[in-house]
T-cell receptor
Framework: EAQVTQNPRYLITVTGKKLTVTCSQN?????MSWYRQDPGLGLRQIYY???????DKGDVPEGYKVSRKEKRNFPLILESPSPNQTSLYFC??????????????FGPGTRLTVL | LAKTTQPISMDSYEGQEVNITCSHNNIATNDYITWYQQFPSQGPRFIIQ???TKVTNEVASLFIPADRKSSTLSLPRVSLSDTAVYYC????????????FGTGTRLQVFP
């Protein structure tokens, strides 16, 4: 089954404790992306990657890191989480056609709470 | 970098046609228009995509005027299960472009 998986689905942590949210896709997609979703603000892009070893900042990259060492995986790293990073996070992947991002497939989401 | 503007919310009744309009005044020549649907606590799901004129699939229709500065998602005969947030997304990925979703339109369908 074609899918994007994220782990963990729920996470409660404390300020400053490093954490990683994993994202994996089995569709051989070139493009992967992380979004956060907050009430009243919709989906905001954090980072994206167009291929292995290629990553770029989205709209709200501060406080986050990503890596793309393998095509299927795109982990999101919070080196020193703060309460304002409490949010619902979505990973997405997509094929690319002639430089254009095709339909994005989203993971189930990770609800993060930073105390 | 095209940004979009949509109504914050809309109400409808079962069986009615719903039209949600998205404004994207700065759309670029190579940009496509894509609509996603999101239910609570789930990731967005692709509905339809188009470049110009009209596109129709089994779920919805997308109308794009000649100037492409706006687009309208049309949902025929909505049901309660169509209650969701609908996002309009405009963009084509180049080396440094980003994809911007906007705040979406919350559609509430009543019985």
């Amino acid at each position: 089954e074609a899918q994007v998986t994220q782990n963990p689905r729920y996470l409660i942590t404390v300020t400053g404790k490093k954490l990683t949210v994993t994202c994996s896709q089995n569709m051989n997609h070139e493009y992967m992306s992380w979004y956060r979703q907050d009430p009243g603000l919709g989906l905001r892009q954090i980072y994206y990657s167009m291929n292995v070893e290629v990553t770029d900042k989205g709209d709200v990259p501060e406080g986050y890191k990503v890596s793309r060492k393998e095509k299927r995986n795109f982990p999101l790293i919070l080196e020193s989480p703060s309460p304002n990073q409490t949010s619902l996070y979505f990973c997405a992947s997509s094929a690319m056609t002639s430089g254009r991002v095709d339909t994005q497939y989203f993971g189930p989401g990770t609800r993060l709470t930073v105390l | 970098l095209a940004k979009t503007t949509q109504p914050i919310s809309m109400d409808s009744y079962e069986g009615q046609e719903v039209n949600i309009t998205c404004s994207h005044n700065n759309i670029a020549t190579n940009d496509y228009i894509t609509w996603y649907q999101q239910f609570p606590s789930q990731g967005p799901r692709f509905i339809i995509q188009g470049y110009k004129t009209k596109v129709t699939n089994e779920v919805a229709s997308l109308f794009i005027p000649a100037d492409r500065k706006s687009s309208t998602l049309s949902l025929p005969r909505v049901s309660l299960s169509d209650t969701a947030v609908y996002y309009c997304l405009v963009g084509e990925l180049h080396n440094t472009d980003k994809l911007i979703f906007g705040t979406g339109t919350r559609l509430q369908v009543f019985p």
